[in-house]
């Protein structure tokens, strides 16, 4: 296996938007993506979820969102232009990638090893950290929350409106 230039942790819009950058410039990269496939992370949002940009605006590095796909993109939309983006530039996208430690080698002059939770070491010259702000969902310690008898439920496991049909809601 080459070793790349660059290891990218995290393949949503962030990560592949910097390895296609880089592929268009002819640096090699690999993107390390915890979920089992690309896109997976979009394909499970809501159900009535679409981008609330227009397509033009929403495209990824060097490579816009074909005019094929609707004005505004639903979850599944972008997760399959996701996807296309990575075929089009060739990235190189290995899934189910947990990184669980990202270490400087001699303080960074020899590059970062990226450290999966399978044990599996990558290393590059360059480590871009593009691991995004919607994995893990954050339950602030609400004052009272404690003895409130009703149920409350994180945005994260929101798919739909039907379970909240005829119940009072906040």
Same mark, same amino acid.
């Given at each position: 296996?080459?070793?790349?230039?660059?290891?990218?942790?995290?393949? %949503?819009? #962030?990560?592949?938007?910097?390895?296609?950058?880089? !592929?268009?410039?002819?640096?090699?990269?690999?993107?390390?993506? =915890?979920?089992?496939?690309?896109?997976? *992370?979009? !394909?499970?949002?809501?159900?009535?979820?679409?981008?609330? @940009?227009?397509?033009?605006? +929403? %495209?990824? !590095?060097?490579?816009?969102?074909?005019?094929?796909?609707?004005?505004?993109?639903?979850?599944?939309?972008?997760?399959?232009?996701?996807?296309?983006? +990575? /075929?089009?530039?060739?990235?190189?996208?290995?899934?189910?990638?947990?990184? /669980?430690?990202?270490? +400087?080698?001699?303080?960074?002059?020899?590059? $970062?090893?990226?450290?999966? @939770? +399978?044990?599996? /070491? $990558?290393?590059?010259?360059?480590?871009?950290?593009?691991?995004? =702000?919607?994995?893990?969902?954050?339950?602030?310690? $609400?004052?009272?929350?404690?003895?409130?008898? %009703?149920?409350? *439920?994180? #945005?994260?496991?929101?798919?739909? !409106?039907?379970?909240?049909?005829?119940?009072?809601?906040?």
């Amino acid at each position: 296996m080459t070793e790349p230039a660059v290891v990218i942790v995290g393949g %949503g819009a #962030s990560g592949l938007s910097a390895a296609g950058a880089l !592929a268009h410039v002819g640096i090699a990269a690999v993107v390390l993506e =915890q979920d089992r496939e690309l896109g997976g *992370t979009w !394909a499970r949002r809501y159900d009535r979820l679409h981008l609330h @940009t227009v397509r033009r605006f +929403s %495209g990824l !590095a060097h490579f816009p969102i074909p005019r094929r796909y609707p004005t505004y993109l639903s979850r599944t939309d972008f997760a399959a232009y996701l996807n296309e983006y +990575s /075929r089009h530039f060739g990235l190189r996208i290995v899934t189910g990638a947990s990184a /669980r430690k990202i270490r +400087s080698v001699d303080g960074g002059s020899n590059g $970062w090893s990226v450290e999966l @939770t +399978s044990g599996d /070491r $990558w290393h590059g010259r360059v480590a871009v950290i593009a691991t995004g =702000q919607y994995r893990q969902p954050i339950e602030p310690p $609400w004052p009272g929350r404690d003895i409130f008898a %009703g149920q409350v *439920t994180h #945005s994260i496991t929101y798919s739909n !409106a039907a379970p909240y049909v005829v119940r009072r809601v906040l």
